[in-house]
């Protein structure tokens, strides 16, 4: 079993719509979450990250952390064609340095 | 400031061959990691340096692989010989100090082993 895991996709909505974009993770030591966006043949780059459980809202970005369900979420509102990329959840653990991805789930935004 | 660079762009080579990538990390940042991605299996951390020396190599898939950082601004990953089952993208990330590091990646090295 991965220690995180993200359902692939693809995941494809109408511009506009919202979108929730999941992941679970099993290792209880687990304390920092983030997000990672990453466009067609480019690297990812850091979206958000947060500590412990709890919500953390930037612009159309919401994520949320439920550690009782070991639950990572990703909300988008007001969906953009230019939001449609891969988002890879991540959990760090240990020296907090090594940053445990999941496979990515890739999202299409349809103009 | 540039970003992470990697070199090249894009490899293509023939099972056997020595196959070396290069990154040269942002400066001033003292972690420095190497990633594999593939469709089947995602982003795997190969290994990772902190200020040049190599603190977990368990991602290393197998003595084929090596990986090097002679300094705090160049490292290098080597496949030999290379297999066909090594074609990915391979990407090369940096980061600083801070609890929560946010690492920053390279554009990433095309390997095509035929």
């Known amino acids: 079993q991965k220690e995180v895991e993200q359902d692939p996709g693809p995941l494809s909505v109408p511009e506009g719509a919202i979108v929730s974009l999941n992941c679970t993770y099993s290792?209880?030591?687990?304390?920092?979450f983030m997000w990672y966006r990453q466009y067609s043949r480019k690297g990812p780059e850091l979206l958000m990250y947060?500590?412990?459980?709890g919500n953390k809202e930037d612009g159309r970005f919401t994520a949320q952390v439920d550690k009782s369900s070991k639950y990572i979420s990703l909300f988008i509102r007001d969906s953009q064609p230019s939001d449609s990329a891969t988002y890879l959840c991540?959990?760090?653990?240990?020296?907090?340095?090594?940053?445990?991805f999941g496979s990515g789930t890739r999202l299409s935004i349809r103009p | 400031d540039a970003g992470v660079i990697q070199s090249p762009r894009h490899e293509v080579t023939e099972m056997g061959q020595e196959v070396t990538l290069r990154c040269k990390p942002i400066?001033?940042?003292?972690?420095l990691f190497w990633y594999r991605q593939t469709m089947m299996r995602g982003l795997e951390l190969l290994i990772y340096f902190n200020n040049n020396v190599p603190i977990d190599d368990s991602g290393m898939p197998e003595d084929r692989f090596s990986a090097k950082m002679p300094n705090a601004s160049f490292s290098t990953l080597k496949i030999q010989p290379s297999e066909p089952r090594d074609s990915a993208v391979y990407f090369c990330?940096?980061?600083?100090?801070?609890?929560?590091?946010?690492?920053?990646f390279g554009p990433g090295t095309r390997l095509t082993v035929l």
């Open positions: 400066s001033g940042h003292n972690s």
């Open positions: 290792n209880s030591a687990f304390q920092y």
């Open positions: 991540a959990s760090v653990r240990g020296s907090a340095s090594k940053i445990i």
């Open positions: 947060t500590y412990s459980s």
């Open positions: 990330a940096t980061s600083g100090l801070a609890v929560v590091d946010e690492q920053f």
